[in-house]
């Protein structure tokens, strides 16, 4: 399925979930971030969490939410509160026609850091190196990177997105980027941007 997409002439809108049960990083279309804590447990922590995403999904109104895919090698009782968060979200984002993204998580090393086995401190250290600034945790840093990524892709030309080198940008190659009508990404290969 091809969709739609207002504006792309003028620019993506791109707003990136890190999701996490303890801290979910966000980074909105103007690239700013923030982290959702809660002290809440169980279907409480998870609705809160969706509650404050759409929140800021409604204020910011983007064209594509880029969301970090699953972890599959996490274990432990948290990887299924994880993943029913996880599928809460992207629920309800398709129930709400907000198109989306899965950028699974060597992807997203791999643009970061040029590995795709990066361990999420080094990927905090390239995010503040090439954001230029300090992110309040790796939540945070990772949304940015995964808005950066959704950028590359879909709005290259976009003042906020960051050069980066053709060893990062093949992280880029695996998603699975949704089609959207009268867009025709870029080819990865070749040149720093």
């Not at 968060?85 to 398709?94: M, P």
């Not at 361990?119 to 090439?130: I, S």
Request: glycine share 12%; aromatic share 8%.
């Amino acid at each position: 399925m091809v969709a739609s997409l207002v504006g792309v002439g003028e620019g993506m809108k791109a707003l990136a979930l890190d999701l996490s049960l303890t801290g979910t990083g966000i980074c909105t279309p103007d690239g700013r971030t923030l982290t959702i804590h809660t002290k809440l447990r169980g279907l409480e922590r998870i609705g809160r969490i969706r509650s404050d995403i759409f929140e800021t999904l409604t204020a910011h109104r983007p064209g594509i939410v880029a969301i970090e895919g699953y972890s599959y090698a996490s274990k432990g009782r948290s990887s299924i509160s994880l993943g029913e968060l996880g599928g809460v979200i992207r629920w309800e984002l398709w129930r709400n026609h907000w198109l989306y993204v899965d950028i699974p998580p060597a992807c997203r090393a791999k643009y970061a850091t040029g590995r795709g086995n990066a361990p999420k401190d080094l990927v905090l250290q390239h995010a503040c190196t090439r954001a230029g600034r300090v992110f309040e945790d790796n939540n945070q840093a990772d949304a940015w990177w995964l808005h950066q990524m959704a950028l590359a892709h879909y709005a290259p030309d976009d003042p906020l997105c960051v050069s980066m080198p053709v060893v990062n940008r093949r992280g880029l190659a695996g998603v699975d980027w949704p089609e959207i009508a009268g867009f025709d990404p870029p080819p990865y290969q070749g040149g720093t941007k």
